[in-house]
């Protein structure tokens, strides 16, 4: 008979065992950064389908299948508007739930951090298999950007926001992102800068508006420009 306290032994390895097993698991992930994801998020709710674009529904792994087998009746309309790249937006779609999730105050710190970190490599899926001209790049770009900053990355963040303002000069989120960052860093005067590149391609966009008033300028003096004018030290 085996006694009492060699099972507790062994249920204490064997725990062990298993924590050190998921800590390595988390290390080799974030070693892979942005490379990996996680595939399709785990019980979706439908108060979660309602949070995401209209298109995320008619996207390959939710309700129906892809462009051969099961196709959504609503994907023409969408494929009329981004081409074949539709059928690669399921990854962005999982991403925008896992980024929810990760707003989610229950969730462990470390925990979030990976859901974040899964999140940047569905969106790397999508810019690495969308033609050049995809029109929803500008837009993914932005949000990669917001995450990285919310990891602590900002150097990335900056080339993600910059790579959004080259495809989309007029893309004022772009700009924004990063101009309020800048500021909230002390960068007080770089900030400027990238609000007024900002309006000069997007002078409707009140959020720059309030942002380049927040930080003393003035929007009435900013010069507007044509979206193919070249963006203004794009690096800042």
Same mark, same amino acid.
């Given at each position: 008979m085996i006694p009492p306290h060699s099972n507790r032994i062994a249920m204490d390895r064997k725990s062990f065992a298993s924590?050190?097993?998921?800590?390595?698991?988390?290390?080799?992930?974030?070693?892979l950064g942005t490379s990996a994801f996680a595939g399709k998020p785990e019980n979706i709710t439908e108060a979660e389908m309602a949070l995401l674009p209209q298109y995320c529904p008619d996207t390959f792994g939710f309700k129906y299948g892809d462009a051969y087998f099961n196709t959504s009746p609503n994907a023409p309309k969408w494929v009329a508007l981004m081409g074949k790249n539709f059928w690669?937006?399921?990854? !962005?779609?999982? =991403?925008?739930?896992?980024? @929810?999730?990760?707003?989610?105050?229950?969730?462990?710190?470390?925990?979030r951090q990976a859901t974040r970190e899964y999140a940047i490599g569905d969106m790397q899926y999508v810019i690495e298999n969308a033609t050049p001209d995809f029109i929803m790049l500008p837009e993914i770009f932005t949000k990669k950007g917001e995450v990285l900053l919310s990891l602590?990355?900002?150097?990335?963040?900056?080339?993600?926001?910059?790579?959004?303002?080259?495809?989309?000069?007029? !893309?004022?989120? =772009?700009?924004?992102?990063? @101009?309020?960052?800048l500021m909230r860093a002390g960068q007080k005067n770089e900030a400027r800068e990238v609000a007024e590149a900002g309006l000069s391609?997007?002078?409707?966009s009140k959020a720059l508006r309030g942002l380049l008033v927040e930080l003393g300028g003035n929007p009435a003096t900013v010069k507007p420009r044509l979206a193919d004018e070249k963006p203004a030290d794009r690096a800042k």
């Open positions: 924590a050190a097993h998921s800590a390595v698991l988390t290390c080799v992930f974030l070693l690669a937006m399921h990854h !962005y779609c999982w =991403a925008l739930l896992n980024l @929810g999730r990760a707003q989610k105050p229950s969730m462990p710190a470390m925990q602590k990355r900002p150097l990335e963040a900056r080339d993600a926001f910059a790579k959004a303002r080259d495809l989309k000069p007029d !893309y004022w989120p =772009a700009y924004f992102q990063w @101009g309020e960052y391609y997007a002078p409707q």
